[in-house]
């Protein structure tokens, strides 16, 4: 079954200068959630595998309305911007909510200097090696993660996708500079009211295009209860050619192995 994520060390503090990697997570508010406790063992898997980002001085940023109860909530490397935002009553006025969330967590981290900024879903993981990878190689525009693994919760089968960023809202990684604040191009605008499936394709016509990780980055979870998109959604009919590739998929699926559950901040299987 999942496990909870390894308690990590703290990282000395990266001497890259500015080479800071931010993880920002827009979290529900308890009023909307089905099961706010299976929320917040969600969200600590998902910072525990933030957190154990392997060679990279990383912090975790969360927009929420109610402080969550993580263990890692004195860790000094996670920080909470709470305050209280309208409830949301339908499924576009959740979206609305995140997309407010999103827009204070990048004006957070452009207020603070910047560095490269990777929007996260609080039910999602990431691979220890992303935030190293993205420092080492620093191409100063940002990444879009289009290979990614599904894992479904229930079975513990697994599969590799290579439009992740297409179904996965924990896919961009951006680089922000402080001086962005006063630029032509709204970054936090962009950023908020862009659909996670259209950078790639926006992004060519920014200032900074993004470039692909080279290899399968982050995992979304599903059929854990609190997903944004299947808490409102699944009631729509599903074509004849979806349905054939999502039963070719769950053919090609596989369980989690030992080498993913470390790579992904998990223990066990």
């Known amino acids: 079954m999942l496990g909870l994520p390894r308690r990590a060390k703290a990282s000395a503090f990266d001497e890259r200068a500015g080479m800071d990697f931010t993880f920002v997570i827009p979290l529900r508010s308890a ?32 927009a929420c309305d109610e402080v969550p109860s993580i263990y890692q909530q004195n860790d000094p490397r996670v920080i909470f911007l709470s305050k209280a935002y309208p409830v949301p009553e339908t499924s576009a006025h959740q979206m609305l909510d995140k997309r407010f969330k999103k827009f204070d967590l990048v004006n957070f981290v452009l207020r603070g200097g910047g560095g490269y900024m990777m929007l996260l879903d609080s039910d999602d993981l990431v691979s220890n090696k992303l935030a190293s990878f993205t420092l080492d190689n620093d191409n100063r525009r940002g990444y879009l993660i289009d290979k990614g693994h ?19 809202g924990s896919s961009a990684i951006f680089y922000l500079d402080s001086a962005d604040a006063d630029s032509s191009f709204n970054w936090p605008l962009y950023i908020t009211v862009t659909q996670h499936q259209d950078f790639s394709r926006l992004s060519k016509n920014t200032p900074r295009t993004l470039d692909p990780i080279p290899f399968a980055a982050a995992i979304a979870l599903k059929n854990n209860g609190e997903n944004h998109s299947y808490r409102f959604g699944g009631k729509g009919k599903v074509s004849i050619k979806r349905r054939a590739m999502n039963f070719l998929r769950r053919r090609e699926a596989r369980y989690l192995s030992v080498e993913a559950a470390q790579e992904f901040g998990m223990v066990g299987r």
């Not at 909307?32 to 001085?57: F, I, K, P, Q």
């Not at 599904?150 to 996965?168: G, H, M, Y």
Request: charged residues 30%; hydrophobic residues 45%.
């Open 31 to 62: 009023k909307v959630s089905s099961n706010w406790e299976r929320v917040n063992r969600l969200l600590e898997a998902t910072v525990g595998s933030a957190l154990a980002s392997r060679d990279a001085n990383v912090r975790v940023v969360i």
């Open 150 to 168: 599904i894992l479904d919760v229930k079975s513990q089968e697994i599969e590799t996708v290579a439009d992740f960023d297409r179904r996965c």
